[in-house]
């Protein structure tokens, strides 16, 4: 089964920026990847995905313009890079991957995606 690792969490002052990457254990060329976060006593919300054909990405209102998604097929990997953070983007992010048929539109619904990564936590603090 797919195994996902992120990585690239960690503490940083309000209006700075980070990036995470979502490395897999196999290809995921044919799959399609989403970016999602759970702050304490919230649920988990999806906030970017792209598919597999990479002419799709979309973006929750919540992080739209200060968020970039992009993956490196050759290197199996997904990244976020996150510019502009504020406290509320405090979360526990995690990246998950399904097989789609290339060009197919990705969902940032959790429901859509099969396998999970273990998360790395982002804190956005002065």
């Known amino acids: 089964q797919l195994q996902l690792v992120e990585s690239g969490g960690g503490l940083v002052q309000p209006g700075g920026s980070l990036r995470l990457s979502c490395a897999a254990s196999?290809?995921?060329?044919?799959?399609?990847i989403g970016w999602f976060r759970q702050a304490p006593g919230k649920e988990r919300e999806g906030i970017s995905c792209?598919?597999?054909?990479?002419?799709?990405?979309n973006y929750a209102r919540s992080v739209r313009g200060r968020f970039t998604i992009s993956r490196d097929n050759t290197k199996n990997s997904v990244y976020l890079q996150m510019n502009g953070l504020e406290p509320e983007d405090t979360a526990v992010y995690y990246c998950?991957?399904?097989?789609?048929?290339?060009?197919?539109?990705?969902?940032?619904?959790?429901?859509?995606?099969?396998?999970w990564g273990q998360g790395t936590q982002v804190t956005v603090s002065s």
């Open positions: 792209i598919n597999s054909g990479v002419d799709f990405a």
């Open positions: 196999e290809r995921i060329l044919d799959s399609a």
């Open positions: 998950a991957a399904v097989r789609s048929r290339l060009f197919a539109q990705c969902v940032l619904s959790s429901a859509g995606y099969d396998s």
